[in-house]
Structure formats: C-alpha cells, structure tokens
C-alpha cells in the first residue's frame, strides 16, 4: 500500500480510492487550464489557419476547376462550330471542284470535235488535192498515149503542139462530156 494510505489508516480516516486528493485535484486543473491556455493561444489559431487555408485551396480549386470546365466546354463548342464550318467548306470545294471538272470536260470535248472537224476538213482538201493531181496527171498520160496511138493510126507526126494540145483539149472534153452523160444516166 501506499504510504498517504497507512498514514490515514493510522489516523483513523477512511479513505476513498476513488477520489483523488485535493492537492491533486488543484495542481491537475492548474495544468490543465496552463496546457488549454497555451493551446489555445497558440495551437489552435495555427490549426484554424491551417483549417481556413485548406478550406480556401479546396474552394479555389473547386472554383478553378469549375472554370476549367466552363472554358474547356467553350472551347468545345468553338471546336464543333470550326469543324462543322470546315465540313461546310470541304463540301463547296468538292462541288467546286466537280463544277470545274465538268467544266473541262465540256472544253475538252468542244476541243476534241474541232480539232477533228479541222482534220477531216484537212483531209478532205488533201484528197481533193490529190484527186485533181491524179486526174491531171491521167489527162497527160492519156494525151500523150491517145497522141501516140492517133499517130500510129493517121501514120503521120503529130508533132506539132499547137495541133497535139488542141487534139488533147478536143478529146478530154468528149471524154468528159461522155462521163458526165454516163453518171446522170445511172
């Protein structure tokens, strides 16, 4: 037992172990008011600020946060009307683009028939060229063969040209004369 005990059983004092000394009781709320004077003095404002400062940052970044989103959902809808103006536009370059192909085509086709137009054109005056080339070289063979032949006939020199042209003038002009009669008889 303790000696505070064996002294008040000595002295005849019932002691409750329950209940602390007096001297105890008072140096134990001395302490403890020393201990919440200091705490609160010094601890708890620091704690309160702590507590105020975090409770800033979380509404500032709540706050932030809440900005980020209305600027990120701005952003958003710019990013939609821009995407949905560049549709707009890649869609009037593609008719652009199919107007002008159809365009060319057009050009290209007109191009094509006039240069064929030229060519047959081109061919059909080469032709004629070449045809009344033929036909007059055909009217000199033929003159100088009917000459020949006349000469062999008559037995006598045509040698005159005078004579020989006009004979060859003379008989081209039956021949044609002939053909003509011929062609308008079918």
């Known amino acids: 037992m303790s000696t505070i005990a064996l002294i008040a059983a000595a002295e005849g004092e019932e002691i409750n172990p329950l209940v602390p000394a007096t001297y105890d009781i008072v140096w134990s709320a001395i302490c403890v008011i020393v201990i919440g004077f200091v705490f609160w ?51 009037a370059i593609r008719e ?8 060319i085509i057009a050009e290209m086709k007109v191009q094509a028939q006039a240069e064929s137009d030229r060519i047959v054109a081109a061919g059909s005056s080469q032709l004629a060229a070449q045809r009344q080339q033929i036909v007059t070289e055909l009217r000199s063979d033929l003159g100088k063969t009917a000459v020949d032949l006349a000469e062999k006939v008559i037995g006598e020199s045509l040698a ?7 004979s060859i003038d003379r008989f081209l002009s039956e021949l044609d004369a002939v053909s003509a009669d011929s062609a308008a008889g079918k």
């Open 41 to 91: 003095k010094y601890v708890l404002p620091k704690f309160q600020q702590a507590l105020a400062d975090r409770t800033e940052q979380i509404e500032g970044g709540i706050a932030r946060a809440e900005e980020a989103q209305a600027e990120a959902k701005e952003t958003l809808e710019q990013y939609r009307a821009q995407l949905a103006e560049a549709r707009t536009e890649a869609a």
């Open 96 to 103: 652009d683009a199919r107007t002008q192909g159809q365009q």
């Open 160 to 166: 005159d040209e005078v004579k020989r042209s006009g």
